[in-house]
């Protein structure tokens, strides 16, 4: 049974890693195998199904480290990316994505009750799925052809605060952050790529923040017995994010979001098939 319970928490690790930065919604996905699997009894307590599933985030968040490291080192003051910007001018700045973290901050903070208690749900899902998809396809439309901001070091300050204002929308459960940032810096003048490094730069504080506090106060659910499950599932999901951070920067500039957004379309179906 621990070994099933270790494949199940790889699995799991898979999904939060090949999920979480790319633009179909990590959260509406855990809450469909929150449905099948997390709440069995074969697996975790409710409890420790919560518990487990900031552990993954945590993987998660730890790979968009790793992959950006240099830039969050010259973010903190503590080296320069002169091999990324080729000179020490114009380079993102720490308060441009302090700026971009403000809106949702500010709303996570004051609706968090309330979005745990009555959002998280697999009609929900469906919902954030559906207009998600919509809002990906007009950004890939309406979008410059020739944006003028190629590259994350090149965005304004109004800039970050609309996509910041974008990522809102992620709130609610299975519309993902990744999409609305990405489309709100496409709609913003941003090329793909770019909007995609300072999505991926941004959720790193206001992940790593709620991820700890959530492991906080869920701390005593973290016991032996479960501690390789725990492992299992964080380095799962640190690998598959790595692997799916990478993939998906390579690409984005090449298939921008219409894929994106007619998987999610075909998932939302597919859920309403089978759930309702």
């Given at each position: 049974?621990?070994?099933?319970?270790?494949?199940?928490?790889?699995?799991?690790?898979?999904?939060?890693?090949?999920?979480?930065?790319?633009?179909?919604?990590?959260?509406?996905h855990m809450i469909i195998v929150d449905d099948m699997w997390l709440r069995s009894e074969t697996f975790l307590t409710q409890q420790g199904a919560n518990t487990f599933k900031i552990v993954i985030q945590l993987g998660s968040i730890l790979a968009v480290v790793v992959t950006f490291k240099d830039r969050f080192i010259d973010l903190l003051g503590l080296g320069r990316i002169n091999?990324?910007?080729?000179?020490?001018?114009?380079?993102?700045?720490?308060?441009?994505?302090?700026?971009?973290?403000?809106?949702?901050?500010?709303?996570?903070?004051?609706?968090?009750?309330?979005?745990?208690?009555?959002?998280?749900?697999?009609?929900?899902?469906?919902?954030?799925?559906?207009?998600?998809?919509?809002?990906?396809?007009?950004?890939?439309?309406?979008?410059?052809?020739?944006?003028?901001?190629?590259?994350?070091?090149?965005?304004?300050?109004?800039?970050?605060?609309?996509?910041?204002?974008?990522?809102?929308?992620?709130?609610?459960?299975?519309?993902?952050?990744?999409?609305?940032?990405?489309?709100?810096?496409?709609?913003?003048?941003?090329?793909?790529?770019?909007?995609?490094?300072?999505?991926?730069?941004?959720?790193?504080?206001?992940?790593?923040?709620?991820?700890?506090?959530?492991?906080?106060?869920?701390?005593?659910?973290?016991?032996?017995?479960?501690?390789?499950?725990?492992?299992?599932?964080?380095?799962?999901?640190?690998?598959?994010?790595?692997?799916?951070?990478?993939?998906?920067?390579?690409?984005?500039?090449?298939?921008?979001?219409?894929?994106?957004?007619?998987?999610?379309?075909?998932?939302?179906?597919?859920?309403?098939?089978?759930?309702?």
């Amino acid at each position: 049974m621990e070994l099933l319970m270790i494949i199940k928490a790889i699995l799991l690790g898979l999904v939060e890693g090949l999920t979480e930065f790319a633009p179909v919604s990590s959260t509406g996905h855990m809450i469909i195998v929150d449905d099948m699997w997390l709440r069995s009894e074969t697996f975790l307590t409710q409890q420790g199904a919560n518990t487990f599933k900031i552990v993954i985030q945590l993987g998660s968040i730890l790979a968009v480290v790793v992959t950006f490291k240099d830039r969050f080192i010259d973010l903190l003051g503590l080296g320069r990316i002169n091999k990324l910007t080729g000179s020490g001018q114009g380079r993102l700045k720490l308060t441009q994505v302090l700026v971009g973290l403000i809106p949702a901050g500010v709303l996570g903070v004051l609706f968090d009750d309330y979005i745990d208690e009555h959002l998280f749900s697999t009609s929900t899902v469906l919902i954030g799925l559906v207009i998600g998809a919509l809002l990906m396809i007009i950004a890939d439309i309406i979008g410059p052809k020739q944006p003028k901001t190629q590259t994350v070091d090149q965005i304004s300050y109004r800039q970050a605060l609309a996509v910041g204002l974008f990522q809102c929308f992620s709130l609610w459960p299975g519309f993902s952050r990744s999409g609305s940032t990405i489309s709100g810096g496409v709609l913003m003048g941003m090329s793909h790529k770019a909007a995609a490094d300072f999505t991926f730069i941004m959720a790193v504080p206001i992940m790593a923040g709620a991820s700890f506090l959530s492991l906080l106060k869920n701390w005593e659910y973290m016991t032996m017995d479960a501690l390789p499950i725990f492992i299992a599932g964080f380095i799962s999901a640190f690998v598959f994010a790595l692997l799916s951070i990478r993939f998906f920067l390579k690409l984005i500039n090449k298939i921008k979001l219409l894929p994106f957004a007619i998987y999610r379309i075909v998932l939302a179906l597919i859920l309403y098939i089978v759930f309702f």
